[in-house]
Nanobody, 129 residues
């Protein structure tokens, strides 16, 4: 059974930083997409950043490119989202998700391919002064 547990959310001032963590169990991540998604009240879900074993590039949405960094620690089965220069518009519930890599690339998982993925419970990030 695939399980994902996120942590690291909280309240931060604009311009500040947070690091989210997601520990994944029950699967071999080498064959899976892994992604960070977010959803703000009244808005559609957004794929923030995605990676996989079959695609050497890491996908970032335009809204976070240059500010967020997605990394992984294979030994701990944990992925991280380092978020710098946070803005009020980054306020959302952030989710970690994973699904079998079907070879369509990381942008596919982030933009259209995550509906049937395994999801974590989410962690709230609030950027406010």
């Amino acid at each position: 059974q695939v399980q994902l547990v996120e942590s690291g959310g909280g309240l931060v001032q604009p311009g500040g930083s947070l690091r989210l963590s997601c520990t994944i169990s029950g699967t071999n991540l080498d064959y899976y997409y892994i992604g960070w998604f977010r959803q703000a009240p009244g808005k559609e879900r957004e794929g923030v950043s995605c990676l996989s074993g079959s695609d050497a590039t890491t996908y970032y949405s335009d809204s976070v490119k240059g500010r967020f960094t997605f990394s992984r620690d294979n030994a701990k089965n944990t992925v991280y989202l380092q978020m710098n220069s946070l803005k009020p518009e980054d306020t959302a519930v952030y989710y970690c998700a994973t699904d079998l890599d079907v070879g369509y690339g990381n942008s596919y998982f982030c933009t259209t391919g995550a509906d049937r993925a395994h999801w974590g419970q989410g962690t709230q990030v609030t950027v406010s002064s």
